[in-house]
T-cell receptor, first 114, second 113 residues
Framework: QKEVEQDPGPLSVPEGAIVSLNCTYS??????FMWYRQYSRKGPELLMY????GNKEDGRFTAQVDKSSKYISLFIRDSQPSDSATYLC??????????????FGKGTHLIIQP | DADVTQTPRNRITKTGKRIMLECSQT?????MYWYRQDPGLGLRLIYY???????NKGEISDGYSVSRQAQAKFSLSLESAIPNQTALYFC????????????FGSGTRLTVV
């Protein structure tokens, strides 16, 4: 079993729809959860991060973490064609002085149809 | 200027050639990373460095070497390139602390023929 599982898609939805992107993980030590957005031929850029369980909202984006289920989600409201990209989840444990490298999901390719 | 700059953006090289990919950053971060990205495999860590004197292997370091010339510069070398090293390579930086993310460069697309 991979540490982080993410459906690669593609996920195609019409403009204006609510998008739900998800990752599951197996390592209970993960404490910090992030979502990156990657446009074609660009590097990933940090979109959202959350610590431990709960929700975090930023404009049209909401990140949700359920540590009991080892499941994280990113919701995009009122989706726009400019949201078309690959979305990668990433997570790590608490940095106790050792390596705190991120573990990435493989990314979900999202297409918003105009 | 971009926070993390990678050069070259694209490179085609022949099997057996030595090639260096360069990364420089203006974030002032101590930690720097090299990843490669392949379709279906996601991002995989090649090497990382927590400061100029600290270099560590990642999960796929075989066939690669790195040099941390200064806090701002971290280079990746392929000593003898092979076709399965064809990939998109990313440099990233981070600063330790709660919730910090990585800042990625725009990537180098390397093709080994």
């Amino acid at each position: 079993q991979k540490e982080v599982e993410q459906d690669p898609g593609p996920l195609s939805v019409p403009e204006g729809a609510i998008v739900s992107l998800n990752c599951t993980y197996s390592n209970s030590a993960f404490q910090y959860f992030m979502w990156y957005r990657q446009y074609s031929r660009k590097g990933p850029e940090l979109l959202m991060y959350t610590y431990s369980s709960g929700n975090k909202e930023d404009g049209r984006f909401t990140a949700q973490v359920d540590k009991s289920s080892k499941y994280i989600s990113l919701f995009i409201r009122d989706s726009q064609p400019s949201d078309s990209a690959t979305y990668l989840c990433a997570m790590r444990g608490y940095s106790g002085g050792g390596a705190d490298g991120l573990t990435f999901g493989k990314g979900t390719h999202l297409i918003i149809q105009p | 200027d971009a926070d993390v700059t990678q050069t070259p953006r694209n490179r085609i090289t022949k099997t057996g050639k030595r090639i260096m990919l360069e990364c420089s950053q203006t974030k002032g971060h101590d930690r720097m990373y090299w990843y490669r990205q392949d379709p279906g495999l996601g991002l995989r860590l090649i090497y990382y460095s927590f400061d100029v004197k600290d270099i560590n292997k990642g999960e796929i370091s075989d066939g690669y070497s790195v040099s941390r010339q200064a806090q701002a510069k971290f280079s990746l070398s392929l000593e003898s390139a092979i076709p399965n090293q064809t990939a998109l390579y990313f440099c990233a930086t981070s600063e330790p602390g709660q919730g910090d993310g990585y800042t990625f460069g725009s990537g180098t697309r390397l093709t080994v023929v």
